[in-house]
C-alpha cells in the first residue's frame, strides 16, 4: 500500500478508519491479531514490536494485601530502597484499560519474577530490599510481593489477551548478598530448589558457589570468576546447577513466557551460557536478549562475539549510550551517531536483533530535570525508527527524572495518554508492524551536519525517511535524495515535533524543505516487494529444531528453504506464509549458515548471515591444561575436531583462555559449550601474534557426558 499522502487520500483513509471503528464490536479481536507472523504467537523474532521496561514494584499496585511489611515496605514511597507495593495486579490492570495498547506497546519486560530473599539489610540506618527482584534465593517460586503463580498466569493470559508479550529478568548469575565468613549476614546468599535448600554462601561444600571475593572488573575472566558486588557468585561448573537452572526456566516457559532478558552475561561463563540457550532453543524457543553493560564510548569486542555466538540477542548499550550523547548530553554530534549506526550493522551479525533504548534502570533516567522534553521526544523517535527492537523504560513516556540508582528507579508518576512523549511514541510504534522497514530495513545516512541527521530505512520497495535537526536554529535541507517514490507525504508525526510534509520527484529527490530548530519528520511508503528475510531467530540450534523466518514476499505457496547449499522442502517446513516461514534445521555438518528462501514462483531472497548449526545437544566442558608456559605475547588456545572447538581451524578455536582466577598460570581454564555424549579429539596450541605451535603427540581425547557439565583435565 503506498502511503503517499495527498488530500483526497487523507479522507478516503479517515472515512475508512471511522467506519471500521463504528463496524468494530468493542471485545472483538484486533486487526493485529489475524496477522500470527507479527502477533504474541512469534515468540523468536521481535523486530516488529516495541518493549516496555517495568520495575515491577515501580509500576502500579493492584492488590495491597501482598505488600511487605514493617521496615521493608515505603508507603507512599518515600524510601526508593525497599518496596512500594506495585505488582503483577497492578500491571494487569493497566494492560486492561489500554494504557499499553494505546501507547503501541507490544511487549512488556518485567523484574525477574523469582521468589528473592526476605531479609531487610540495613546499612548505617538505612534499609534496603529486593524490590528490584535481583537477590533471588529460590527461581522455581515466585516473589510474593509481586504475586502467586496463579497472579502470574493471569499476567501472561491478561497480556495475551491484548497481544502483549512478556519478558522475565532472569539472573542466574548469584543469588543475594553473602558474606563469606559471617553467616548471618542478610539471607547468606541460600539458594532453594522449590522450598528445599541447596546450599548457602558459608559451609558450601558441593561447590554451588565462587569463593574468589568480589571483582574489580579488571578482566573478563575476574568478572566471571568473583563475586559482582557482594552477590554470592553462583559456580555454573556443577551438575546441580546446570540441571536447576534449565529446569527453573523451562517452569516459567511453561507459564507461557514470550521473552527472556538475561542479567549480567558478561559475568557467567560464556560456555555455559550458550548451552542453556541450546537447551532453551531446544525446548520453547524464545526471543533472549542479555545485559552486556557498556559504558560511554566503550565498544566491545567481546559484546559483539557474544551476541553473535552464545543464541541469544544484546541490549544495545553502544547505542543507548550514543544517543544519549548526542541527544541528553550533547557530548557527541549527528556524525558519531551515523558512525553508530553504521559500524554496529556490519559487527552484529543480526542488528535487528539488538534491543535498543535510550534509558533504563542503571542509567540516569534521560529527562533531566529542568531540561525541555524535546530532546527526550528525539531521542525516542529515533529509537523507535532505528534498527533493533526498541525498548521504553516505564516512566520515560511520563519525563520520570532521577539520577543513578534508587533514583532511576521512582514510583509511576502518572499515566496520562496526552503527554507529548507519549503521543510520539503511539505514532511511532504501529510503524514497527505496519512498514517493514523499520522492523528490518537497513539504515542509509542521507544529509547530515552536526546538528541534523537524516536517514533512510529500507527493505524491499519500503522506506521510511526520518528528519532530526537537534540544533537550536532551523535548517535548509537541499539535495536531499531517498528512495521514495514521487509524491508528497505527511509528516507521520502529524507535526508532533513540528515536522512538515515533504514533496519528492521521481527519482526520489526531495524538495528543498526547512527543518525546524529540535523538529522530527518521519516519511513513509510502503508497497510490494520480491521475496526478502527480514530476520530469524533462533539464530542457533541443532537438527530437528524449529527456525521462524519473518521478511515480506514469500508468496502463499510453500517454496525452498535454503541452509547454505542444502535444500529444506515439504514436510520440513511446518508453516509457509507471506510474510512467516517455519522450517526444521536440516542434518548438515555442524557449522554457520545462511539462509535464504526460494519461493513457488522460483524467486530468490537475499541470503542472510547465519545460523549456527549445532553438533547436537550442548553440556559444558571445563577444559584445563597444566603446565602451559609461556612467554609475554604468547596464550594458549584449545583446538579440537567438532564444529563447537572450531573444526582445527586454528581462526576458529577457543580462546585466549584464563589463568587468573579458578586456576593460575601456569595452568589455564575456559568453559566450554560442547556437543554431549562425544569423543572429542582436542589439542592446545600457543599463539604469538600469527604464529601458532600446537602441542606434540597425538590428539588427546575426552568423551563428553550425555547430561550436565565435566571437567578435563591434561598436562601440557
Ligand atoms: C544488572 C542489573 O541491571 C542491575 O540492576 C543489577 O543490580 C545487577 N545486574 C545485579 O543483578
Ligand atoms: C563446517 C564448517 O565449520 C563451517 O565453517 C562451514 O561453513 C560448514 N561446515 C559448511 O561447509
Ligand atoms: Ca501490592
Ligand atoms: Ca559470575
Redesign the pocket.
Known amino acids: 500500500m503506498a502511503q503517499k499522502i495527498s488530500r483526497p487520500v487523507i479522507y478516503l483513509l479517515f472515512a475508512l478508519l471511522l467506519s471500521l471503528a463504528l463496524l468494530t464490536p468493542i471485545g472483538s479481536k484486533s486487526i493485529v491479531e489475524s496477522a500470527p507472523a507479527t502477533s504474541v504467537q512469534n515468540k523468536q523474532n521481535f523486530s516488529t514490536d516495541v518493549i516496555y521496561q517495568i520495575v515491577t514494584d515501580r509500576f502500579s499496585d493492584g492488590n495491597a494485601a501482598n505488600n511487605p511489611t514493617g521496615n521493608a515496605f515505603s508507603a507512599g514511597c518515600t524510601n526508593l530502597r525497599v518496596y512500594c507495593g506495585g505488582d503483577w495486579a497492578g500491571i494487569v490492570n493497566k494492560i486492561n484499560d489500554n494504557y499499553f495498547t494505546d501507547m503501541g506497546i507490544t511487549a512488556l519486560w518485567i523484574s525477574q519474577p523469582v521468589e528473592n530473599i526476605f531479609s531487610v539489610i540495613t546499612n548505617s540506618g538505612v534499609h534496603n530490599t529486593p524490590y528490584?527482584g535481583?537477590w533471588a534465593r529460590d527461581f522455581k517460586k515466585t516473589n510474593p510481593a509481586f504475586g502467586s503463580m496463579t497472579d502470574f498466569q493471569n499476567l501472561i493470559n491478561a497480556a495475551h489477551a491484548k497481544n502483549i508479550k512478556i519478558v522475565i529478568d532472569f539472573?542466574p548469575?548469584?543469588t543475594s548478598p553473602a558474606s563469606e565468613d559471617d553467616p548471618s549476614f542478610a539471607d547468606n546468599g541460600r539458594l532453594y530448589n522449590n522450598g528445599t535448600l541447596v546450599a548457602g554462601y558459608t559451609g558450601d561444600t558441593n561447590g554451588i558457589f565462587h569463593h574468589n571475593l568480589g571483582t574489580n572488573f579488571s578482566s573478563t575472566e575476574d568478572g566471571i570468576y568473583r563475586n559482582?558486588y557482594d552477590?554470592a557468585d553462583i559456580s555454573h561448573n556443577s551438575n546441580t546447577i546446570d540441571t536447576y537452572f534449565k529446569d527453573s526456566i523451562k517452569l516459567w516457559l511453561d507459564m507461557g513466557i514470550d521473552g527472556i532478558r538475561v542479567?549480567?552475561v558478561k559475568h557467567m561463563p560464556f560456555g555455559w551460557q550458550k548451552s542453556w540457550m541450546s537447551y532453551i532453543h531446544n525446548y520453547k524457543p524464545v526471543f533472549t536478549f542479555g545485559?552486556w553493560?557498556l559504558g560511554t564510548n566503550e565498544i566491545s569486542q567481546e559484546n559483539y562475539s557474544f551476541a553473535n555466538n552464545s543464541g541469544m540477542s544484546l541490549l544495545d548499550f553502544e547505542f543507548g549510550q550514543k544517543v544519549r550523547q548526542v541527544f541528553r548530553d550533547n557530548t557527541a554530534n549527528m556524525y558519531n551517531l551515523d558512525t553508530m549506526i553504521s559500524g554496529t550493522a556490519s559487527a552484529y551479525t543480526q542488528v535487528a536483533d539488538q534491543v535498543t533504548f535510550i534509558d533504563?534502570?542503571?542509567l540516569d533516567r534521560f529527562q533531566v530535570t529542568g531540561a525541555s522534553g524535546r530532546k527526550l521526544e528525539q531521542a525516542l523517535a529515533f529509537t523507535l525508527t532505528s534498527r533493533g527492537v526498541p525498548g521504553i523504560y516505564y516512566g520515560t513516556e511520563q519525563y520520570l527524572t532521577g539520577n543513578g540508582?534508587p533514583n532511576n528507579r521512582g514510583m509511576m508518576n502518572s499515566f496520562s495518554k496526552t503527554t507529548t512523549a507519549y503521543n510520539v511514541i503511539k505514532k511511532l510504534a504501529p510503524l514497527r508492524k505496519s512498514n517493514p522497514a523499520m522492523a528490518y530495513g537497513s539504515t542509509q545516512q542521507r544529509w547530515i551536519s552536526n546538528d541534523v541527521y537524516v536517514y533512510e530505512r529500507k527493505f524491499g520497495n519500503n522506506v521510511a525517511v526520518v528528519a532530526i535537526n537537534r540544533g537550536g536554529s532551523s535548517a535548509s535541507i537541499n539535495g536531499l535524495l531517498t528512495s521514495l517514490a514521487a509524491g508528497t507525504y505527511a509528516d507521520v508525526l502529524g507535526g508532533t515535533l513540528n515536522g512538515n510534509s515533504i514533496t519528492a520527484a521521481s527519482g526520489g529527490a526531495v524538495n528543498t524543505f526547512s527543518l525546524a530548530a529540535g523538529a522530527v519528520g518521519v516519511w513513509q511508503y510502503t508497497a510490494a516487494s520480491a521475496a526478502q528475510i527480514g530476520n530469524f531467530g533462533p539464530e542457533m540450534g541443532k537438527a530437528g529444531n524449529t527456525v521462524t523466518i519473518d521478511g515480506t514476499g514469500f508468496g502463499a505457496t510453500k517454496g525452498t528453504v535454503f541452509f547454505g547449499t542444502t535444500a529444506v522442502t515439504g514436510a520440513n517446513i511446518t508453516s509457509w506464509e507471506d510474510t512467516q516461514i517455519k522450517v526444521i534445521v536440516p542434518s548438515v555438518a555442524a557449522g554457520k549458515y545462511n539462509v535464504m528462501i526460494r519461493t513457488a514462483a522460483s524467486v530468490d531472497s537475499n541470503a542472510v548471515a547465519s545460523y549456527n548449526v549445532l553438533t547436537g545437544t550442548q553440556v559444558t566442558v571445563r577444559f584445563v591444561v597444566n603446565n602451559a608456559t609461556t612467554v609475554p605475547g604468547e596464550a594458549i588456545y584449545l583446538a579440537g575436531n567438532v564444529a563447537e572447538l572450531g573444526g582445527w581451524d586454528t581462526n576458529k578455536a577457543i580462546g585466549p583462555m584464563y589463568n587468573q582466577v579458578i586456576y593460575s598460570y601456569p595452568t589455564w581454564y575456559f568453559d566450554v559449550s560442547v556437543p554431549a555424549n562425544t569423543t572429542l579429539e582436542f589439542k592446545y596450541f600457543k599463539k604469538n601474534g600469527s604464529t601458532v605451535t600446537f602441542q606434540g603427540g597425538a590428539n588427546k581425547t575426552f568423551v563428553t557426558p550425555a547430561s550436565g557439565v565435566a571437567t578435563v583435565t591434561i598436562g601440557w
Request: aromatic letters at 14%.
Open positions: 528490584h535481583y539472573a548469575n548469584h559482582l552477590l542479567d549480567a545485559e553493560f533504563n534502570h542503571d540508582d
